[in-house]
């Protein structure tokens, strides 16, 4: 079962601005992860946060993690067209089973 | 470059067929590898953890004599679907983990489609 909540499900910006999305989960986790989606296409992987940290930055892109509140965050700064794709949280535990949450479908505006 | 190949991308093919999709690790050793499906705007779903030289681990609700699952060796991993029909029809994604708490490599994707 998906134990983790995205939202927003759906988010619409214009070029430039920033775009945060939120990611929430249940369970104990070894690290956080995000991914990206093209439609129709596989997954990239963005960036990974363990559990025993709390901020992770890689280009224009700045995750947090809040382990108490079970929560995690990706921030991308000045946005681009071609940002334009679903973004997923995917929880890792024992095991390296990843869980993925529900998706943020991003649209950047031109 | 890729580090998890899977074969075929897309497959097309009448109901009643039996689809074998491979997974590949290419430059290391994948004790372990993940099946995922996924539906049109919605997201992964886990469906199996794929053992080498063992059983595989089915998520609840997933049919193992639907979709056999076989990890002969340390680098391949196939996922057969067996009498798909069109409700079958989805985008199969593998990956496999190189290292414990690390990012996880995944395949291209398979996308199915059942006539």
Known sequence: SQQGEEDPQALSIQEGENATMNCSYKTSINNLQWYRQNSGRGLVHLILIRSNEREKHSGRLRVTLDTSKKSSSLLITASRAADTASYFCATETSGSRLTFGEGTQLTVNP | ?115
Not at chain 2, 68 to 91: G, K, Q, R, W
Request: one cysteine or more; aromatic letters at 10%; proline letters at 4%.
């Open chain 2, 1 to 115: 470059g890729a580090v998890v190949s899977q074969h075929p991308s897309w497959v097309i093919c009448k109901s009643g067929t039996s689809v074998k999709i491979e997974c590949r690790s290419l430059d290391f050793q994948a004790t372990t590898m993940f099946w995922y499906r996924q539906f049109p705007k919605q997201s992964l779903m886990l469906m199996a953890t794929s053992n080498e030289g063992s059983k595989a681990t089915y998520e609840q609700g997933v049919e193992k004599d639907k979709f056999l699952i076989n990890h002969a060796s340390l680098t391949l991993s196939t996922l057969t679907v067996t009498s798909a029909h069109p409700e079958d029809s989805s985008f199969y994604i593998c990956s496999a983990p190189k290292q414990g708490n690390q990012p996880q490599h995944f395949g291209d994707g398979t996308r199915l489609s059942i006539l």
